[in-house]
């Protein structure tokens, strides 16, 4: 690749980073996030990015997701909706049907997916880790929305034993909301 097209890459991909974080104190009720794209970016090839994920792939299918190990990773929850659901909204209260895959930010690997289980999941909202509890809120179902969540809102020091997070690993979801009730 040369220079000037790495240049204009890496400056895109600055912008879109930088515009669309969602950042907030750990105390505080999160804002649903409502960024959106003309068109679904997954079906035009294009991709979008939010602290050190990169992702593309169409909304239904298992989505590609490119981990920069090497950025600095934020002490608060980050998240982008990629595709804008129209469907039930996601409240504290809801049990959410849900396909995700799950990274970690320093390892680079993929640590638990519905994708490759065949299906997706259906759980509380209350149930699952704060990361999602906040980052899922205000969701629609038929959307899909990155989370980058710290660790001290995913398992923090013991992360499950043979999961492949490390202690106080940030975790990277994608996650296409399939239902909500």
């Not at 600095?72 to 396909?99: C, F, M, N, R, Y």
Request: net charge negative; with cysteine.
């Amino acid at each position: 690749m040369s220079s000037r097209k790495l240049l204009c890459a890496l400056s895109v991909a600055l912008l879109l980073t930088s515009c669309s974080f969602s950042k907030r104190d750990t105390g505080a009720t999160p804002a649903p996030t409502e960024t959106s794209t003309s068109g679904n970016p997954s079906d035009s090839g294009a991709s979008v990015t939010l602290g050190p994920a990169t992702v593309s792939g169409a909304l239904g299918s298992e989505p590609v997701v490119t981990v920069d190990t090497s950025m600095a990773t934020s002490d608060v929850l980050e998240q982008k909706d990629i595709v804008v659901g129209d469907g039930t909204e996601v409240v504290a209260t809801s049990t959410v049907d849900a396909h995700y895959v799950g990274y970690g930010a320093t390892s680079g690997k993929v640590f638990d997916s519905s994708w490759k289980n065949g299906s997706p999941v259906e759980f509380p909202l209350a149930n699952v880790i704060t990361g999602w509890q906040d980052g899922l809120l205000g969701m629609k179902v038929g959307g899909r929305r990155i989370l980058v969540i710290p660790g001290s809102m995913g398992y923090g020091a013991s992360p499950p034993q043979g999961s492949g997070i490390l202690p106080d690993e940030t975790l990277i979801f994608v996650v296409d909301l399939t239902d909500v009730k």
